[in-house]
C-alpha cells in the first residue's frame, strides 16, 4: 500500500507538472488548503471571520494584530495515510507597536524515505538490492505576513508573501512565488472576514533533472518532462460569525465560510464556470474562555453511482481546545471522521502555542 501510493504521488508530480504549455490546472499547491491549527481543522477551516492567534498568518494575516503579548509562537504536527504522509507547521507573530503586527508561518507537507529502484536492475538483468536507495518529496511554504489596524474602528487589514519550494528527491523541483491579501471586520458581536489567496496568481518554475531517470524512462515508453511553469488561481474566502452568551460561564459562536474559486466548474455545492462556491460552517462552545468544543461540517458533494444516482457526502470534524495562565494553548482536532464514503481517513492534530510579553 505504502509503495504504490508512493509512485502514484510521484508519477502525478511528473505528469501534471512536466507539461510543455503554461495550462492553469484546477488544484495546484493543494498542500496550501490543507489548513494550520486544531482550532481551524475542528471547525472544518471555518475561521477566516475568527481567527485570533498565530495561525492568522495562514488563515488571514489581518488577524495577526489580535494576539494579545508581544510575541506568540505555535506548532502543529498531523499525519495522513496511516502516517506516511507527515504534515507540520511552525508559526511566530511579533508586535511592531500598537497597531501592527509581523508574522512568519513555515509549512511541510512532506513523504519521506521512499525508495529509489532505478538502478535495482543492471543492464544485464540482475537485481542487485543493495542498490536500492531512498529519498523525499516535500512541499514547502514561507509565509511572511504584516498586518495593521486601520482608523476605521473595528477595521484590519493585512498580507502575506508566500515563497513556495516543492522537491522530489533529487528527481524535479520547483520554487514558487505568490501574494495573498485580507481584511478583517468585528461589529459588537459579529465578524465579517476575507482572504484573498494568490490574489495576482502565484507561479512555480519547474525543472527536471532528466539524467537521472531519462534512461528509464524511455525503456518503459514514457514521455520525458520538460521544464515547465504552474500557475496557482486566485481563491476568495468569506466568513462571517456572531457570538452568542449562552450564561455567564459559557458562550457560543457560529461562523459560515465562502470558498470562491474561479477556475471553472467544482463538485461543490454551487457548481459554475468559471465560478464556483464552497460553504463550510463551525461552532465553537466555550467555558470561561478556558475549555473549548469545536465542530464543523464541510466538503459538501455529490458522488455520482454506476446506477446513475448521485449520493450526497460531506466531512464532519470535531475538536477541543484548553487555555492555560493566558499564555499555552494546547488544541486537538479530529478530522476526516464519517465522511460517507468507502474509505476514510481519519487524521488526528496536535497543536500548541504560546505568549511571551517583553518584560519576560
Given at each position: 500500500?505504502k509503495?504504490?501510493?508512493?509512485?502514484?504521488?510521484?508519477?502525478?508530480?511528473?505528469?501534471?507538472?512536466g507539461?510543455?504549455d503554461?495550462?492553469?490546472?484546477?488544484y495546484?499547491n493543494?498542500?496550501?488548503s490543507i489548513?494550520?491549527?486544531?482550532?481551524?481543522?475542528?471547525?472544518?477551516?471555518s475561521?477566516i471571520?475568527?481567527?485570533?492567534?498565530?495561525?492568522?498568518g495562514?488563515?488571514?494575516?489581518s488577524?495577526i494584530?489580535?494576539?494579545?503579548?508581544?510575541?506568540q509562537?505555535?506548532a502543529m504536527?498531523?499525519?495522513?495515510?496511516?502516517?506516511?504522509?507527515k504534515?507540520?507547521?511552525?508559526?511566530?507573530?511579533?508586535?511592531l507597536?500598537?497597531?501592527?503586527?509581523f508574522?512568519?508561518?513555515?509549512?511541510?507537507?512532506?513523504?519521506?524515505?521512499?525508495?529509489?529502484?532505478?538502478?535495482?536492475?543492471?543492464?544485464?538483468?540482475?537485481?542487485?538490492?543493495?542498490?536500492?536507495?531512498?529519498?523525499?518529496?516535500?512541499?514547502?511554504?514561507?509565509?511572511?505576513?504584516?498586518?495593521m489596524?486601520?482608523?476605521v474602528?473595528?477595521?484590519?487589514?493585512?498580507?502575506?508573501?508566500?515563497?513556495?519550494?516543492?522537491?522530489?528527491?533529487?528527481?524535479?523541483?520547483?520554487w514558487?512565488?505568490?501574494?495573498?491579501?485580507?481584511?478583517?471586520?468585528?461589529l459588537?458581536t459579529?465578524h465579517?472576514?476575507?482572504?484573498?489567496?494568490?490574489?495576482?496568481?502565484?507561479?512555480n518554475?519547474?525543472?527536471?533533472?532528466?539524467?537521472?531517470?531519462?534512461?528509464?524512462f524511455?525503456?518503459?515508453?514514457?514521455?520525458i518532462?520538460?521544464n515547465?511553469?504552474?500557475?496557482?488561481?486566485p481563491?476568495?474566502?468569506?466568513?462571517?460569525?456572531?457570538d452568542?452568551?449562552?450564561?455567564?460561564k459559557?458562550?457560543?459562536?457560529?461562523?459560515?465560510?465562502l470558498?470562491?474559486?474561479?477556475?471553472?466548474?467544482?463538485?461543490?455545492v454551487?457548481k459554475?464556470?468559471?465560478?464556483?462556491?464552497?460553504?463550510?460552517?463551525?461552532?465553537?462552545?466555550?467555558?470561561?474562555?478556558?475549555?473549548f468544543?469545536?465542530a464543523g461540517?464541510?466538503?459538501?458533494?455529490?458522488?455520482?453511482?454506476?446506477d446513475?444516482?448521485?449520493?450526497?457526502t460531506?466531512?464532519?470534524?470535531?475538536?477541543?481546545?484548553?487555555?492555560?495562565?493566558d499564555?499555552?494553548?494546547?488544541?486537538?482536532?479530529?478530522?476526516?471522521?464519517?465522511?460517507?464514503?468507502a474509505i476514510?481517513?481519519?487524521?488526528?492534530?496536535?497543536?500548541?502555542?504560546y505568549?511571551i510579553?517583553?518584560?519576560?
Amino acid at each position: 500500500m505504502k509503495y504504490i501510493f508512493l509512485i502514484l504521488l510521484f508519477t502525478f508530480s511528473i505528469v501534471v507538472f512536466g507539461q510543455e504549455d503554461t495550462k492553469t490546472p484546477k488544484y495546484s499547491n493543494e498542500f496550501l488548503s490543507i489548513g494550520v491549527g486544531a482550532r481551524s481543522l475542528g471547525m472544518a477551516n471555518s475561521v477566516i471571520a475568527t481567527v485570533n492567534d498565530v495561525t492568522g498568518g495562514y488563515w488571514n494575516p489581518s488577524a495577526i494584530t489580535k494576539i494579545p503579548n508581544d510575541l506568540q509562537i505555535g506548532a502543529m504536527h498531523n499525519e495522513y495515510f496511516a502516517g506516511i504522509g507527515k504534515y507540520d507547521y511552525l508559526g511566530a507573530v511579533a508586535k511592531l507597536g500598537d497597531s501592527a503586527s509581523f508574522g512568519v508561518s513555515i509549512i511541510r507537507f512532506g513523504v519521506d524515505d521512499i525508495p529509489n529502484t532505478l538502478d535495482l536492475v543492471d543492464s544485464e538483468g540482475n537485481v542487485h538490492y543493495d542498490r536500492i536507495t531512498s529519498f523525499s518529496v516535500a512541499d514547502w511554504a514561507f509565509i511572511f505576513s504584516y498586518a495593521m489596524k486601520s482608523k476605521v474602528p473595528g477595521l484590519r487589514y493585512g498580507a502575506n508573501v508566500k515563497i513556495i519550494r516543492r522537491v522530489v528527491g533529487e528527481f524535479a523541483g520547483s520554487w514558487g512565488f505568490g501574494l495573498d491579501a485580507s481584511a478583517l471586520y468585528d461589529l459588537k458581536t459579529w465578524h465579517f472576514g476575507a482572504m484573498f489567496r494568490d490574489v495576482t496568481s502565484t507561479f512555480n518554475a519547474w525543472s527536471f533533472n532528466t539524467e537521472t531517470f531519462e534512461e528509464t524512462f524511455l525503456i518503459t515508453g514514457n514521455e520525458i518532462p520538460v521544464n515547465s511553469l504552474e500557475i496557482t488561481m486566485p481563491k476568495l474566502l468569506l466568513g462571517a460569525a456572531k457570538d452568542f452568551r449562552l450564561s455567564n460561564k459559557f458562550g457560543l459562536l457560529v461562523e459560515v465560510d465562502l470558498d470562491l474559486t474561479f477556475d471553472g466548474k467544482r463538485n461543490v455545492v454551487i457548481k459554475g464556470d468559471p465560478i464556483s462556491i464552497d460553504p463550510h460552517m463551525g461552532l465553537e462552545v466555550n467555558f470561561k474562555q478556558m475549555v473549548f468544543f469545536r465542530a464543523g461540517v464541510g466538503n459538501f458533494q455529490e458522488i455520482p453511482n454506476l446506477d446513475n444516482t448521485n449520493d450526497f457526502t460531506f466531512q464532519p470534524s470535531i475538536g477541543l481546545g484548553l487555555r492555560l495562565f493566558d499564555r499555552l494553548g494546547i488544541g486537538y482536532a479530529f478530522s476526516d471522521v464519517g465522511t460517507q464514503s468507502a474509505i476514510a481517513l481519519y487524521s488526528n492534530v496536535i497543536y500548541l502555542h504560546y505568549s511571551i510579553d517583553k518584560t519576560e
